[in-house]
């Protein structure tokens, strides 16, 4: 079991950034492979970056790559989401997920744990 409480959001104006990060309990944080995804209001929950377990494979999507750079710090059990260059359609609740076999996805279900979410709003 893996629990997962996010942190870090808040109200940035464009242009600004903001990091997230996640802090997971559990002795097997090192073994997961972790993401991170966002859902705005009347939106589904989209993906935004992952990592494996060995943190040396990150993905992105297309909205915010090259904006925003995902990490881990296994020895913290800790996933980071740094975001530069936010913008107001990048407001959204921000959730850190887990999954249990170390290579992350791109859809919600690829991932076994959830976080509570952070809230992110971007104004203009």
């Known amino acids: 079991q893996v629990q997962l409480v996010e942190s870090g959001g808040g109200l940035v104006q464009a242009g600004g950034s903001l990091r997230l990060s996640c802090a997971a309990s559990?002795?097997?944080?090192?073994?997961?492979?972790m993401g991170w995804f966002r859902q705005a209001p009347w939106k589904e929950r989209e993906f935004v970056a992952g990592?494996?377990?060995?943190?040396?494979?990150?993905g992105y999507s297309d909205s915010v790559r090259g904006r925003c750079t995902i990490s881990r710090a296994n020895d913290k059990n800790t996933v980071y989401l740094q975001m530069n260059s936010l913008k107001p359609e990048d407001t959204a609740v921000y959730y850190c997920?887990?999954?249990?076999?170390?290579?992350?996805?791109?859809?919600?279900?690829?991932?076994?744990?959830w976080g509570q979410g952070t809230q992110v709003t971007v104004s203009s």
């Open positions: 997920a887990a999954a249990r076999y170390g290579i992350w996805g791109r859809r919600p279900d690829n991932y076994d744990y």
């Open positions: 559990g002795r097997t944080f090192s073994s997961y492979a």
């Open positions: 990592i494996k377990w060995t943190g040396d494979n990150t």
